[in-house]
């Protein structure tokens, strides 16, 4: 079975901060992809990046960048220069084939003006 | 385009009642999944359609059934709902479903079972 496992439930930020944001997690897939989803406060999960498991490059989408350590079985997260739009509860999220996605507990990030 | 639909996005049921959610995808997208989440459990997976067809279910009891709809709207069934079920439901939408697919979540609807 896939788990995800998000050890860090709460953290904040200065605004124009980095941060980062952790996330293992276990499987026997060789070929899979990992995500990280942002939730706002009441509002819908939107997607923040995503890589795929046999990319070594890590993935990078504007403030946003990823460490992957395939080997550890780590995705971390990293947002620089944070903005308030930033807080939100971050799901890291783990798909191998077929569709299923196998989400982490969630981090709350509150980015403080 | 617009993006996922989910209907209604607040429900009040009491114990023991039925309630049946929709979700409406992204156009031209044919898989659904729905997702249970719950501020202790998180998100858990219930089941994806894909062609009106169930091709992948979570772990959750027979209560919890779905469909889906030529058009590619999908719907969730709840039966017998036990208060444990209150929680905000999603839905998530892809092309295809294939592994190279991101999904798209609506807003999802939340429920509340007294």
């Known amino acids: 079975a896939q788990t995800v496992t998000q050890s860090q439930p709460e953290m904040s930020v200065q605004e124009a901060e980095t941060v980062t944001l952790s996330c293992t997690y276990d499987t026997s897939e060789s070929n899979y992809y990992l995500f990280w989803y942002k939730q706002p406060p009441s509002r819908q999960m939107i997607l923040v990046i995503r890589?795929?498991?046999?990319?070594?490059q890590n993935a990078t989408e504007n403030r946003f960048s990823v460490n992957f350590q395939k080997a550890a079985k780590s995705f971390s997260l990293k947002i620089s220069d944070s903005q308030l739009g930033d807080t939100a509860m971050y799901f890291c999220a783990f798909m191998k084939g077929g569709n299923q996605f196998y989400f982490g507990t969630g981090t709350s990030l509150t980015v403080i003006p | 385009k617009a993006g996922v639909t989910q209907t209604p996005r607040y429900l009040i049921k009491t114990r023991g009642q039925q309630v049946t959610l929709s979700c409406s995808p992204i156009s031209g997208h044919r898989s659904v999944s729905w997702y249970q989440q719950t501020p202790g459990q998180g998100l858990q997976f219930l089941f994806e359609?894909?062609?009106?067809?169930?091709?992948n279910k979570g772990n959750f009891p027979g209560r919890f059934s779905g469909r889906q709809f030529s058009n590619s709207r999908s719907e969730m069934n709840v039966s017998t709902l036990e208060l444990g079920d209150s929680a905000l439901y999603l839905c998530?939408?892809?092309?295809?479903?294939?592994?190279?697919?991101?999904?798209?979540f609506g807003p999802g609807t939340r429920l509340t079972v007294l």
């Open positions: 359609y894909f062609s009106e067809t169930q091709r």
């Open positions: 998530a939408s892809s092309p295809a479903g294939t592994d190279t697919d991101t999904q798209y």
């Open positions: 890589q795929e498991a046999y990319k070594q």
